[in-house]
């Protein structure tokens, strides 16, 4: 039982020292503030065993001054899981980096994308876009300090600095510094301006530089992120680079990676129906309802499993009127997996609907 909550052991050889294996996570869900915390990515894992996982940013100063347990601990189940931090002390990041090699994430990654007001007053974030040398020298200290890769997430550009030869000198700068996986948001930030929310819509979409990017780097591991809602979509982005992150449409449309695991990781296995992954949740909302968590903290990131299928009105409305209670337990899920038991399609083999 409490192999469901707690953090993968220290001790555990880690496979993915060092070098990152191009093949090794084609998909991956991205980090997602206030959305990938460790009840999403253990209830992800109940739908995706293989793609790669990230946690929420956490600054550097929170790890190093809060409570790391309830920052950083995470289920063993949730691995293969990625630490990204925000920051822009080498010193303070190499601590980090540390920390997350000896708790078991598998990769730890730098925020260089955040473009909101609250990141850039602590100058990380998009805003470090700006000073390739600094995040190269904040990577060497990163890498230096721990044997698990070390990624970078970007934007393609920033403000007036949004050319293409802008973003190539970013990613050769940090490169140079131990960085070989970069996962770029295919649009720019605006740092003054445009809310987080309005800089993830309305600046455009430029595949087009991202796949450069790959053609003049062959050896480094790129990624592509932005706008991104269907396995299908993904399929065709690996014509031109490493990997594809889904954002958005992986916390709206969670069932989206049900043939996921298959698709791009060639794993055999039964597709698990909505049901299932619903209760496979039960026995992890007994342990943390037990522990005392509010049982709407987990139930929150499930709202959307049977998003477009017959039942998904009275699934969310349990979850959502019952959830909140004082004192609401499993039992609130065994009454939502009542109601829609009988109403999911029979073939699990089913492709899930992007509607």
């Known amino acids: 039982?409490?192999?469901?909550?707690?953090?993968?052991?220290?001790?555990?050889?880690?496979?993915?020292?060092?070098?990152?294996?191009?093949?090794?996570y084609p998909l991956s869900i991205a980090p997602m503030m206030d959305r990938t915390d460790r009840h999403y990515?253990?209830?992800?894992?109940?739908?995706?065993?293989?793609?790669?996982?990230?946690?929420?940013?956490?600054?550097?100063?929170?790890?190093?001054?809060?409570?790391?347990?309830?920052?950083?601990?995470?289920?063993?189940?949730?691995?293969?899981?990625?630490?990204?931090?925000?920051?822009?002390?080498?010193?303070?990041?190499?601590?980090?980096?540390?920390?997350?090699?000896?708790?078991g994430y598998v990769e730890i990654n730098?925020?260089?994308?955040?473009?909101?007001?609250?990141?850039?007053?602590?100058?990380?974030?998009?805003?470090?876009?700006?000073?390739?040398?600094?995040?190269?020298?904040?990577?060497?200290?990163?890498?230096?300090?721990?044997?698990?890769?070390?990624?970078v997430k970007h934007r393609i550009g920033v403000d007036d600095l949004d050319s293409y030869a802008d973003m190539r000198n970013f990613v050769k700068t940090v490169a140079e510094a131990g960085c070989q996986r970069f996962?770029?948001?295919a649009r720019k930030a605006w740092l003054q301006g445009l809310s987080p929310k309005d800089n993830r819509e309305i600046p455009p979409l430029r595949y087009g530089d991202v796949h450069q990017l790959k053609r003049e780097f062959p050896h480094l591991l790129i990624e592509i992120n932005g706008g991104f809602t269907s396995l299908e979509q993904a399929q065709e982005q690996l014509q031109f680079v490493d990997a594809v992150m889904i954002g958005r449409a992986a916390y709206d449309h969670p069932y989206l990676f049900a043939h996921?695991?298959?698709?791009?990781?060639?794993?055999?296995?039964?597709?698990?129906?909505?049901?299932?992954?619903?209760?496979?949740?039960?026995?992890?909302?007994?342990?943390w309802t037990a522990k005392g968590l509010k049982l709407n903290?987990?139930?929150?990131?499930?709202?959307?499993?049977?998003?477009?299928?017959?039942?998904?009105?009275?699934?969310k409305r349990i979850l959502t009127d019952k959830s909140c209670i004082a004192g609401a337990g499993v039992e609130v899920l065994q009454e939502a997996i009542a109601m829609v038991k009988d109403l999911e399609p029979s073939s699990k083999s089913q492709i899930p609907s992007n509607s």
């Not at 409490?2 to 090794?24: C, E, F, G, M, Y």
């Not at 730098?110 to 600094?134: I, T």
Request: a neutral charge.
């Open 297 to 315: 903290k987990i139930t929150r990131h499930m709202l959307q499993l049977f998003h477009g299928q017959a039942g998904s009105r009275i699934w």
């Open 260 to 287: 996921s695991d298959r698709q791009f990781y060639g794993e055999e296995t039964p597709i698990s129906s909505r049901v299932e992954v619903a209760e496979a949740m039960l026995e992890y909302i007994e342990l």
């Open 110 to 151: 730098l925020n260089v994308g955040c473009p909101s007001d609250r990141v850039q007053s602590g100058h990380f974030g998009a805003c470090l876009m700006k000073n390739p040398a600094l995040v190269a020298e904040c990577v060497a200290a990163m890498a230096a300090a721990a044997q698990i890769p070390v990624s």
């Open 1 to 24: 039982m409490t192999s469901l909550i707690t953090a993968q052991s220290p001790s555990v050889q880690n496979p993915n020292s060092r070098q990152h294996d191009r093949h090794k």
């Open 183 to 185: 996962s770029v948001h």
């Open 41 to 103: 990515r253990y209830f992800m894992r109940q739908i995706t065993k293989r793609s790669l996982l990230y946690t929420e940013m956490v600054t550097s100063a929170a790890i190093k001054h809060g409570d790391r347990d309830y920052l950083l601990g995470f289920s063993a189940q949730e691995n293969p899981l990625a630490l990204q931090v925000g920051g822009d002390n080498p010193q303070d990041l190499a601590e980090c980096a540390r920390i997350a090699e000896a708790m």
